[in-house]
């Protein structure tokens, strides 16, 4: 193969169940079509028969990919997109910070693909060109955090492994008396980064994310649950090669000029994604508040969820992934009164976080408040609510659940249990009421290792309102579950105008992503303006970086991607075309893989009727709902404009031949789609 | 970070000039002195190809470095002997912004041409290590042994190189571009390279901290040169009081941790947390 520049021109498959390793070198055309990331992972969804209706996501057929793009590796802000059939039977490309997507470009690689099912826990190292399946029996049944430590150890680098050289004679005689060696060879000299899973992921828990570095994941569509399918308790990988530059001085001259940009970003350098806090609430009536009844407190002094306060409790530290100025991880140590939530090691909480496992869980009201009335506490008790959120947020992480997901079906069920529908007899005699944290703890582990009741809960939220909705006969069960195309909502709301717009969760190409872009377009009806973000978004996921930091690298992406891969004909046009290509196979996947009829009424309007029907009870936008009420207009109306201006059609929104043609993916989707046109 | 002026601020040299330096025992600054030139002027020792002609230190002498001028506040510091790196584990982000600017550096300088193309982050002489919460930083402390308890006050990797191998720049000399302070480099044609021995780098691990790696390229030894006294991985740090450059205890060894016990002492300070790694 000709010489590569940017991409490394080859992915690992590695095969669990026959326990080999093979090399796919695509062509260079193919990179140039789909770059990396979530697009190329969806490029092997189709080429690779994972569309099949049969296929099973939790089975050994099912390809799990840990994909990166050409930018990876030295270029600021690396993310990793993890790329499979999701367990909830939808797309999954789940993205992920850290350093392990620059470190998987280091060891030459552009991506691993696993497939089959190891016959005993195992996992993968990755040590340049020798990947290797090892047993992992040792570290099987223990948290993400313990886990991770000990793997790291265990993988060296080729010019670092060493056995045991000096002897006493090597050193002069005073000192081999006072302090003889102790003969352990030598070790790591820059550390091996990891991707994991926890119990939640081996037991296969539906809404089971991957982990890495603690407490970042590849959090949402349940790819832990197929990697603990399939025997693989972690990847880890050490490489030495680098990273190949076309034109490494102008590459490294842009990705000195972004990480300047980004120092002088006080928004993420302050509090990261906690320095929305409280605006959501207060501003934007879209704070998720104990399933969504409420979007604000009335009483703003409620404000535990702001970047300054939780700073001013627990921040210890603040974290960066590879080569990014923004550090907006930060890691806490939590103070409280209560023995179970003291003195544990968390994060933040981040965003979602803050939302989908705070608020939402009712934990920041005094017990026997409603989110409507007073706030009658202390600061002390807001730092002790705060805790309880930092607390719920480890044992997700450390179980490896996406407290997204996690946090919407908890939330669920306590609104269930408020509406007197189902009571603590249903639960294994866990008494959920909101704001307890000792019950979401026992109820959390009862899922991460589906015992009793949690072994139902595991299957995520809709199927959990499913199972309680036909256990009591009463199907309005459903409209407590908080979930879009069956799949939880994040901490982001559609009924203030001043957030998301409905249509945005509606078309996003990853079931409920709230990082899909286009937010502005949406809100405005200009469709062309909301296709283009979304396309940008998911050029992103496929370079891969990250997007808190995209503003700092709007300017200079496609510089950087010619300055990386030597395509000096790559445009900007064709990033979009990228993202349009993702987009299409997404859409055609779904549809496929759920074998939709008629996918405007199955899949499409799977929504919670609360955007429509329940308005805001307080705050400033109090009496919002979603399209004036009328879902008739969004379905009817604003979703075939926006699958017209896709080039879709506008009755199924299915990629026509001719958007695929132009695309250049009829190739491998056209009779996919022509089944369903 | 402020740009540093320095006293012996030198030229630029240009790639040629450095080619044609001789490689005689002589060194450019005693041959100024003998010149009657002073000692404020140039400071350019010789190289040929990737070894560098300084003086190593005599054998068993120590490189004792001047007591450290601890620069007037407002003031430019225009000395570094005596200066220390000293790594602030609650600011660093562990961001590699450090690793990146040092491997490039030295990648460029000894490797130009194999690394034209090539970002790789094992040419850094100082390296990140994140264990999982906390970001440990490697890089060589100047350890000094204590002559009165372990027979020697030589580095200890030095100590134990069978090669004579790393030798002190003595201060003031080496190659153009590094000036001010003595510092360590590894003669590239002694090293035996690491498929024949580690001794440095695991005396250094067993007893000290990880100071040494080992070139991707030539297999040779790594070791932090403090880029002379004006060292790029300072400049390159994002975070304040992160990575510093300051007049420090002179005996690098109570900087110096060995990677996993500094990382267990971490998680003491930061979060009260017992860990063994």
Redesign the interface.
């Known amino acids: 193969m000709a010489d590569l520049f940017g991409i490394t021109g080859k992915i690992a498959r590695v095969d669990l169940t026959a326990g080999t390793v093979t090399v796919i070198e695509p062509a260079v055309d193919v990179y140039r079509k789909f770059l990396g990331g979530s697009s190329l992972g969806a490029y092997f969804l189709f080429k690779e028969g994972i569309f099949d209706p049969m296929l099973d996501p939790l089975g050994p057929d099912n390809l799990l990919q840990f994909m990166i793009g050409p930018m990876t590796g030295a270029a600021p802000n690396a993310r990793i997109t993890v790329v499979t059939k999701s367990p909830y039977n939808i797309f999954c490309a789940s993205t992920c910070g850290g350093h392990i997507g620059s470190e998987i470009k280091f060891a030459g690689w552009d991506g691993i693909q696993v497939v089959g099912k190891a016959s005993k826990p195992v996992y993968i190292a990755v040590i340049d060109d020798k990947i290797e399946i090892r047993d992992a029996d040792h570290v099987w049944g223990k948290g993400v955090e313990e886990s991770e430590l000990i793997l790291k150890s265990e993988v060296l680098a080729e010019i670092e492994d060493r056995e045991a050289m000096i002897r006493d004679a090597d050193l002069n005689p005073t000192w081999a008396a006072m302090r003889p060696p102790k003969r352990k060879g030598m070790h790591a000299k820059r550390l091996a980064h990891v991707m994991l899973i926890g119990p939640g992921g081996e037991n296969q828990v539906h809404y089971a994310c991957i982990c890495t570095e603690g407490a970042r994941a590849a959090g949402r569509w349940g790819s832990g649950a197929v990697m603990g399918s399939k025997n693989l308790k972690a990847i880890v990988v050490r490489g030495t090669k680098g990273h190949r530059l076309a034109d490494k001085k102008t590459f490294m001259a842009l990705t000195s000029a972004v990480l300047k940009s980004e120092s002088g970003d006080a928004f993420w350098r302050s509090y990261g994604t906690a320095g929305i806090g409280a605006a959501s609430a207060y501003v934007e009536d879209a704070f998720p508040i104990r399933n969504w009844q409420w979007c604000c407190w009335s009483d703003p002094t409620v404000r535990a969820i702001t970047g300054p306060f939780m700073d001013s409790t627990s921040f210890v530290r603040k974290t960066s992934c590879a080569n990014c100025n923004l550090h907006c991880l930060y890691p806490v140590e939590i103070t409280s009164t209560d023995p179970l939530m003291d003195r544990v090691m968390s994060d933040m909480p981040d965003w979602e976080a803050m939302g989908m496992v705070g608020g939402n869980l009712g934990f920041m009201e005094m017990e026997g408040d409603d989110p409507g009335q007073p706030f009658t506490g202390t600061m002390r008790d807001q730092a002790e609510n705060l805790a309880k959120l930092q607390y719920t947020t480890f044992i997700h992480d450390n179980t490896s659940l996406d407290f997204i997901e996690g946090g919407a079906n908890i939330a669920l069920l306590m609104e269930l249990v408020q509406r007197g529908f189902i009571s603590a007899s249903d639960l294994d005699g866990i008494d959920l009421k909101w704001g307890d944290v000792h019950a979401v703890d026992e109820l959390v582990k009862k899922i991460a290792y589906r015992e009793g009741i949690g072994d139902k809960l595991a299957q995520g939220t809709y199927e959990t309102a499913r199972y309680f909705a036909e256990l009591k006969g009463k199907p309005e069960i459903l409209d407590y579950s908080m979930t879009n195309h069956h799949y939880g909502q994040p901490a982001h709301d559609v009924r203030s105008p001043k957030d998301k717009n409905a249509l945005e969760y509606v078309t996003v190409n990853r079931a409920a992503a709230h990082t899909g872009g286009g937010t502005g377009g949406f809100k405005t009806g200009d469709y062309a303006a909301a296709i283009a973000g979304q396309n940008v978004n998911a050029t992103q996921n496929s370079l891969v970086h990250c997007q808190f930091a995209a503003g700092h690298l709007a300017g200079s992406r496609i510089d950087m991607v010619k300055a990386a891969t030597g395509w000096n004909d790559f445009s900007d046009e064709d990033l979009q075309l990228v993202g349009a290509r993702e987009y299409a196979l997404s859409r055609l996947f779904e549809v496929h893989i759920r074998q939709l009829k008629d996918p405007k009424e199955e899949w499409d309007k799977q929504v919670p009727p609360r955007w429509f029907f329940d308005p805001l009870p307080n705050g400033p936008e109090k009496g919002a709902v979603a399209y004036e009420g009328k879902p008739d207009v969004l379905f009817n109306e604003a979703l075939p404009a926006y699958w017209k201006e896709r080039g879709w059609t506008e009755d199924k929104g299915i990629p026509t031949l001719d958007t695929l043609k132009k695309l250049g993916i009829d190739d491998i989707a056209g009779d996919i789609a022509k089944q369903h046109l | 970070m402020a740009e540093v002026k320095r006293r012996d601020e030198a030229p630029k040299p240009t790639k040629e000039t450095k080619e044609e330096k001789p490689s005689g025992g002589v060194s450019r600054r005693d041959f100024l002195i003998g010149s009657g030139a002073g000692v404020a002027g140039l400071v350019i020792g010789g190289v040929v190809g990737n070894r560098v002609i300084g003086q190593p230190a005599a054998p068993g002498s120590a490189p004792v470095a001047p007591v450290a001028e601890v620069p007037v506040a407002g003031e430019v510091p225009t000395y570094k002997a005596g200066f220390n790196l000293v790594f602030d584990a609650?600011q660093c982000?562990?961001?590699?912004?450090c690793v990146?600017a040092c491997a490039?550096k030295y990648a460029t300088y000894l490797h130009p041409e194999e690394?034209?193309?090539?970002?790789?982050?094992?040419f850094a002489r100082i390296?990140?290590?994140?264990?999982?919460?906390?970001?440990v930083m490697?890089f060589c402390g100047y350890c000094n042994?204590f002559e009165w308890?372990?027979?020697?006050s030589e580095y200890p990797c030095a100590?134990?190189c069978?090669e004579d191998a790393i030798i002190t720049v003595p201060e003031g000399e080496g190659v153009e571009g590094y000036y001010g302070m003595g510092y360590k480099w590894i003669d590239q044609d002694k090293c035996l390279g690491?498929d024949a021995?580690?001794?440095c780098?695991?005396?250094c691990?067993?007893?000290f901290a990880?100071g040494i790696?080992?070139d991707?390229v030539n297999?040779k030894a790594q070791v932090c040169s403090r880029c002379g006294g004006d060292p790029e991985c300072v400049k390159a740090c994002?975070?304040f009081g992160a990575l510093k450059w300051v007049p420090a205890a002179r005996n690098g060894r109570f900087h110096a941790f060995i990677?996993?016990d500094h990382a267990e002492l971490l998680y003491r300070k930061?979060?009260?947390?017992v860990?063994e790694?």
């Open positions: 609650v982000t562990g961001c590699n912004n990146v490039e690394t034209a193309n090539v970002m790789n982050m094992e390296r990140t290590m994140r264990f999982q919460y906390v970001d490697n042994l308890a372990e027979g020697s100590a134990v069978p690491l021995c580690w001794r780098a695991e005396i691990e067993d007893q990880s790696s080992f991707p297999r994002p975070e990677p996993t930061i979060y009260a947390h860990r790694l």
